[in-house]
């Protein structure tokens, strides 16, 4: 190819990426450019961090391509979204179980089954290329990835039961196990003496750079808005104590990561278990995101299901976690959705900066294969959805019969391919935001 035609090459993909951020982020751009400029300064830093910020130009690519693999209705599934190396952690769930599991559901929507696994392989692929492994151990950690999947796959169509995997405190190892300890030994008043200050015996939000007193009429919007997302929380996980959920303070929130840069949010704080101090309880109320892959998939059936994009977001985690967060909720304020979500102490992500070596990260990613199979094929109780209504696990498996270890093959190809896409898109960017092109100035 000669230098004139691998510029044009070049322009063109510039363009594409220029284009696709802007149709994805202009409304928010305009309403928080500070934030949109933080966000992007971020991402500019490697390539993995691009990846995490353009979950849009991910489904752009793969929305345009044939898939052969998805069929038998797993081609119509809840899918997580944005399913990369770092969406994994621990939480509290609804047993009061400290879990290690899938997280972050904000562009959960419908979709291929293997759109996960693509964004998750090429995710992997760009993350074990920065800790400089060759492509053999790349392709490996990909194909270990994808064949724990599928035997996790077998075993829930094989099985009546579809919440009897979990990794706990009881049953993890290595690093996954260490994610698990750490937060064991957090603190909810420790969490609370961060955040909050003591005034007149009772407690209230702190005053920093990343949160603001609201005026009379936005807090009464907010305190309207909170008495709604009550009532979405399943009877099954309401809090029957009197004093749980009564309102102690509230403010606006900024300061989010990548995925979540120019959203409004709020702060609220609710008294707890009782009126110990020590156990209050700090939720988000935090704008939901329009999800990546509804920018390039038929919208119609799910515009009119839901009445917003907070309520897709909680019933998709539902569909997609099994026994999920008691507080997790949604509401609106001006017509625009909310998730409604406790603040957690008890949430540590998977530490991949010491998980270096093959073997490490051979046992970790078998684990998190695993774990994406259970997001497919489990749910929640209390996920009262009908848009996907059939055994998602044998859906899987009839659209893989026979051809399993073609596709094993198929996405160590496709994600070592998307990375090296991905790296090159990352120095295009990296200019482009330089220049000003991508809807915001550098400086």
């Known amino acids: 190819m000669t230098s004139d035609a691998k510029h044009h090459e070049h322009g063109d993909r510039t363009s594409v990426i220029v284009e696709v951020l802007r149709d994805a982020f202009a409304p928010l751009m305009r309403a928080d450019p500070a934030a949109f400029r933080a966000k992007y300064r971020k991402m500019a830093r490697d390539?993995?961090?691009?990846?995490?910020?353009?979950?849009?130009?991910?489904?752009?690519?793969?929305?345009?391509?044939?898939?052969?693999?998805?069929?038998?209705?797993?081609?119509?599934?809840?899918?997580?979204?944005d399913l990369h190396?770092?969406?994994?952690?621990?939480?509290?769930?609804?047993?009061?179980?400290?879990?290690?599991?899938?997280?972050?559901?904000?562009?959960?929507?419908?979709?291929?089954?293997t759109w996960d696994l693509q964004r998750f392989a090429a995710s992997l692929a760009l993350l074990a290329w920065q800790k400089a492994l060759p492509e053999e151990a790349i392709r490996k950690l990909i194909a270990r990835y994808a064949r724990s999947y599928l035997s996790q796959v077998n075993h829930y169509v094989e099985s009546d039961c579809d919440d009897d995997f979990e990794l706990t405190l009881d049953s993890a190892g290595g690093p996954v196990l260490v994610a698990l300890e750490e937060a064991r030994s957090m603190r909810r008043a420790d969490l609370l003496d961060e955040m909050t200050v003591m005034t007149k015996g009772v407690r209230r939000f702190s005053e920093d750079a990343s949160v603001r007193r609201l005026g009379r009429d936005e807090r009464a919007k907010v305190v309207a808005a909170f008495e709604h997302y009550l009532e979405t929380i399943p009877q099954s996980k309401r809090f029957d104590r009197a004093l749980f959920y009564e309102l102690r303070d509230v403010v606006g929130k900024s300061g989010f990561g990548i995925g979540s840069a120019g959203l409004p949010a709020y702060n609220v704080l609710v008294e707890g278990y009782s009126q110990a101090l020590d156990n209050d309880v700090v939720l988000s109320m935090k704008q939901a995101n329009v999800p990546a892959v509804s920018r390039f998939v038929d919208t119609a059936e799910v515009d009119a299901y839901f009445e917003h994009e907070g309520q897709r977001t909680v019933v998709s985690q539902r569909a997609l976690q099994v026994h999920t967060d008691p507080l997790l909720g949604h509401t609106s304020i001006d017509g625009v959705g909310y998730v409604v979500a406790e603040v957690s102490p008890y949430e540590v992500d998977l530490d991949w900066d010491e998980i270096n070596e093959p073997d490490q990260m051979r046992a970790v990613v078998e684990?998190?294969?695993?774990?994406?199979?259970?997001?497919?094929?489990a749910s929640d109780e209390d996920s009262q959805q009908d848009l996907v209504d059939f055994q998602v696990e044998e859906a899987i498996a009839r659209s893989l019969e026979g051809r399993r270890k073609d596709y094993v093959g198929w996405l160590c190809d496709w994600g070592i391919a998307y990375a090296a896409q991905v790296r090159a898109d990352h120095a295009l960017f990296v200019d482009a935001f330089r220049e000003g092109r991508v809807g915001i100035a550098a400086t």
Do not use: Q
């Not at 390539?47 to 044939?66: I, N, S």
């Not at 190396?85 to 419908?110: I, P, Q």
């Open 85 to 113: 190396v770092e969406n994994f952690g621990t939480y509290l769930n609804s047993d009061g179980r400290l879990v290690f599991d899938v997280n972050d559901f904000d562009e959960a929507y419908l979709g291929r089954f």
């Open 47 to 81: 390539p993995h961090a691009f990846y995490r910020g353009t979950a849009c130009l991910f489904y752009r690519d793969v929305t345009a391509e044939t898939d052969d693999w998805s069929r038998h209705g797993a081609e119509r599934i809840w899918i997580h979204g």
């Open 367 to 377: 684990l998190l294969g695993r774990a994406t199979a259970k997001i497919h094929c």
